[in-house]
């Protein structure tokens, strides 16, 4: 069993600055990849940003050069640093940790950028 679990979240004004880290726990065998995602009421959960085991990153296009995600692997935790926030960044974040045996995911965490 593998455990998920978002922090960071919280309300900041446009421009302003957020950091979220994810910590995986349990039983984790091989862990390919840990992602964020975001989901708005009614959209579709879209990925943020993604980290690859042993190096590599992904962003969506809407948050390149403003976010970045990093990692600690002795602690299975995955980070994601937001800078120059948007009111269009109000979400649900999500962490997903993608391993050999499936993909686990958060409870997630609110993100609310105030105009």
């Known amino acids: 069993q593998v455990q998920v679990v978002e922090s960071g979240g919280g309300l900041v004004q446009a421009g302003g600055s957020l950091r979220l880290s994810c910590a995986a726990s349990g039983t984790i065998l091989n862990i390919n990849t840990m992602s964020w995602y975001r989901q708005a009421p009614g959209q579709r959960r879209e990925m943020v940003a993604r980290h690859i085991t042993g190096g590599g990153t992904n962003y969506a296009d809407s948050v390149k050069g403003r976010f970045t995600i990093s990692r600690d692997y002795a602690k299975n935790t995955v980070y994601l640093q937001m800078n120059s926030l948007k009111p269009e960044d109000t979400d649900v974040y999500y962490c997903?940790?993608?391993?050999?045996?499936?993909?686990?995911w958060g409870q997630g965490t609110q993100v609310t950028v105030s105009s």
């Open positions: 997903a940790v993608a391993t050999s045996r499936g993909v686990y």
